[in-house]
């Protein structure tokens, strides 16, 4: 277990470029199986979800060689696999395996999702996509068990976008017999990765990024070479870093596009932002103005920039407000940057925040992935030491995050959580 310790006060100036994207890494991953040939994946970002799912692609009969940032893989040898409980429950996207599974080898058996404490996330569309498609699945012990000698066209709407049943069932989907459509489709930059990365093996899919997804379903895929794309939301991590710490940050190799929904409101907030073709530069030399947002599917504000920005709004003058409309618990982050002096109430699913001038260094944890990149961010910016504890949640989704904050001037270091305790100890007793 390991803390990273943060020394505000530092305005972080510099350019940073962000590593492969978690998502799309980890929804192509959940891929792969279907392919009868080698595939090359560059660009993969080394992270702890990352890890954990190349090593349930082994358990399952892959082969899986890291070389440099890439990740050669080989699906040949698949097998069936009863991965066990423990295996699967640090990570949601272990589930998208079920799918995949079925259409290659005709039967699966994966334990019920897990993943970060946001709330609930059910899997109601992936299961009735399944079944539509021909599959038999049944709930034993707190598993899917399914078979499906065979998978067949159909068509499915969804009431609210779902990335991650429209990812699931539109990779199934490529070797069902004939046709399967997706409406009211997510419309996530990580799904047109995906389709490209499945097109690329000879599948045929058509309309994503938009709402209506077509499959027409194919023999076989074949190998290939893909690369992942930047992510998105590390990459609007660094650029509120940069608002936060009133710097100078500029993000290399990102498509504006993506970040059109935050940027508007980093602007709102009177942020100054500058566009280019492949990179995004924030900085910011006093308080930012109160904003209200609504997290919602993609192209809206994304879910998981609102807890980061959560911390910039801390420090804004006057009340933000920000509503959170997928899930009911990510609000985890509120009560520990109350620690750090922030002024937030939650009300259902609405944190209303009244600005404070200034932020002061304290002992917080984090709760989620993007919890722990906020109480980061704000950490940046308090006057005095912060320590954030279960980091392990901040390496579930950012490459290298304390040495491309250092890169940027941030005064911030892992240490070892015993470590920190005993020399936490030794400063109470001198």
Same mark, same amino acid.
């Given at each position: 277990?390991?803390?990273?310790?943060?020394?505000? *006060?530092?305005?972080?100036? *510099?350019?940073?470029?962000?590593?492969?994207?978690?998502? #799309?890494?980890?929804?192509?991953?959940?891929?792969v199986v279907l392919s009868e040939g080698p595939i090359v994946l560059h660009n993969v970002p080394d992270v702890s979800d990352?890890?954990?799912?190349?090593?349930?692609?082994?358990?399952? *009969?892959? &082969?899986?060689?890291?070389?440099?940032?890439?990740?050669?893989?080989?699906c040949r040898g698949l097998k069936y696999w009863r991965p066990?409980?423990?295996?699967?429950?640090?990570?949601? &996207?272990?589930?998208?395996?079920?799918?995949?599974?079925l259409a290659r080898i005709g039967r699966a058996d994966i334990p019920m999702p897990g993943g970060c404490k946001i709330g609930a996330r059910p899997v109601d569309f992936h299961i009735k996509g399944l079944e539509i498609m021909g599959a038999k699945i049944k709930i034993e012990g707190g598993r899917y068990v399914a078979e499906a000698p065979s998978l067949s066209g159909g068509e499915i709407h969804f009431e609210v976008p779902s990335a991650g049943a429209t990812q699931h069932?539109?990779?199934?989907?490529?070797?069902? +017999?004939?046709?399967?459509?997706?409406?009211?489709? #997510?419309?996530?930059?990580?799904?047109?990765?995906l389709a490209d990365f499945l097109n690329r093996l000879g599948a045929r899919i058509e309309g994503a990024g938009t709402s209506t997804i077509t499959v027409t379903g194919v023999k076989s895929l074949h190998g290939g070479e893909f690369r992942i794309p930047e992510d998105r939301l590390q990459a609007?991590?660094?650029?509120?870093?940069?608002?936060?710490?009133?710097? +100078?940050?500029?993000?290399?190799?990102?498509?504006?596009?993506?970040?059109?929904?935050?940027?508007?409101?980093?602007?709102?907030?009177?942020?100054?932002v500058e566009e280019g073709s492949d990179h995004i530069r924030v900085s910011s030399s006093g308080r930012p103005t109160g904003v209200g947002i609504k997290t919602m599917p993609y192209p809206g504000f994304p879910t998981d920039i609102q807890q980061p920005m959560s911390a910039l709004l801390a420090l804004a003058s006057g009340q933000s407000m920000i509503e959170e409309t997928l899930y009911e618990s990510r609000t985890g982050h509120v009560s520990e940057l109350n620690r750090m002096g922030a002024s937030m109430t939650v009300h259902g699913r609405m944190t209303v925040i009244e600005g404070v001038d200034r932020l002061s260094g304290a002992t917080v944890e984090a709760s989620d992935l993007r919890a722990g990149a906020a109480l980061c961010l704000?950490?940046?910016?308090?006057?005095?030491?912060?320590?954030?504890?279960?980091?392990?949640?901040?390496?579930r989704g950012y490459e290298g995050f304390e040495e491309r904050l250092r890169s940027l001037g941030a005064d911030i270091e892992r240490l070892g959580q015993l470590d920190w305790e005993r020399e936490y100890a030794g400063r109470k007793l001198s």
């Open positions: 277990m390991h803390v990273l310790r943060i020394r505000g *006060g530092n305005p972080l100036h *510099g350019s940073v470029t962000v590593p492969g994207s978690k998502n #799309a890494a980890l929804a192509i991953l959940s891929s990352v890890r954990i799912k190349v090593g349930l692609l082994k358990d399952f *009969g892959a &082969t899986v060689e890291w070389r440099e940032g890439s990740l050669f893989i080989d066990d409980e423990e295996s699967m429950r640090p990570i949601r &996207t272990g589930f998208y395996l079920l799918g995949p599974m069932l539109m990779a199934t989907a490529t070797l069902a +017999d004939g046709t399967f459509t997706i409406s009211n489709a #997510a419309m996530e930059p990580e799904v047109v990765a609007g991590t660094y650029m509120i870093a940069g608002a936060i710490t009133r710097g +100078d940050v500029t993000v290399n190799n990102v498509w504006p596009e993506p970040q059109t929904a935050l940027v508007s409101k980093l602007k709102e907030a009177g942020v100054h704000a950490g940046l910016a308090a006057e005095g030491e912060t320590v954030v504890k279960n980091v392990h949640f901040i390496d």
